[in-house]
């Protein structure tokens, strides 16, 4: 069995020394209490922190991502960034298609195909992340939407390669109100039948949406559910570590 990740997406949070002194505190933590033994973690900081929190693990097992990049390898985009841009500043994974940015900043999934492209061009691995509002829940959408917003990748030739998928319902987004257990093995039994059919059976599926200390051991033991994406509780040392911990021992349950 593969290790569970966890993967802290900071969002629009963290001036540069906020964030170096949390790097610095979360693998302070995991190499005490050896951690990355069974858990593979990525910190996604805001772009102009990427490279403090690069420096703040170099040498340790925690990855860098990032929270988005552009659809396009070059050129006169003004203010955006490629993703052969962040990979050269030391980043391994990228989030993509995150509901902020499929709400506030319409993307759509013609982008975020395009998106994913540029990502593996420049080897590094994307996380997409796809969930249903709750008007789509409450409508009995949640089957079609998380379908369709896997079209894309699942018809695509690089499928095989190495992607990550996270479930975000985005009700539970930022809500403190997280899915519950049931509706969480519904969703990732669904989506884990999609991938293998597609020959994408190496693909983890995360769960993401109020993840907190309290309720992780419950999530991770959940069947399919490969990890977690985490926003407010990956903000503070003792939260993030303590998640990172229920994931470990979720793992050494299971195995
Ligand atoms: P949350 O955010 O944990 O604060 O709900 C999760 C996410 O947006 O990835």
């Not at 033994?37 to 170099?58: G, H, Q």
């Not at 988005?68 to 203010?79: D, L, S």
Request: proline share 3%.
């Amino acid at each position: 069995m593969s290790l569970p990740l966890v993967v802290g997406n900071w969002k629009m949070n963290t001036l540069v020394w906020q964030a170096r002194e949390l790097a610095r505190g979360i693998r302070q933590h995991i190499e005490l209490h050896h951690f990355d033994r069974s858990v593979r973690i990525v910190l996604c900081p805001p772009f102009v922190n990427l490279t403090a929190v690069a420096e703040e693990l170099a040498g340790s097992s925690i990855d860098v991502g990032a929270q988005n990049c552009w659809t396009e390898p070059y050129g006169a985009f003004t203010g955006e960034i490629s993703a052969a841009m962040l990979r050269a500043i030391g980043c391994r994974y990228v989030l993509i298609g995150h509901s902020e940015r499929r709400t506030l900043f319409h993307e759509n999934d013609a982008m975020i195909a395009e998106k994913l492209l540029r990502a593996w061009e420049a080897e590094l691995v994307p996380i997409l992340c796809i969930g249903e509002t709750l008007q789509q829940r409450q409508l009995n959408q949640t089957w079609n939407v998380v379908e369709n917003q896997l079209r894309g990748i699942l018809s695509c030739q690089e499928r095989s390669k190495k992607w990550v998928c996270a479930y975000e319902p985005v009700w539970a987004i930022g809500t403190g109100i997280a899915a519950e257990a049931e509706q969480i093995k519904e969703v990732h039994e669904f989506i884990r039948l999609l991938l293998n059919g597609r020959g994408c059976s190496h693909v983890p599926i995360l769960y993401g949406g109020s993840i907190t200390p309290e309720n992780a051991s419950v999530i991770f033991s959940v069947q399919n559910v490969s990890g977690g994406l985490v926003g407010g509780a990956s903000l503070r040392v003792e939260s993030f570590v303590a998640i990172i911990e229920a994931a470990a021992h979720a793992y050494r349950t299971r195995s």
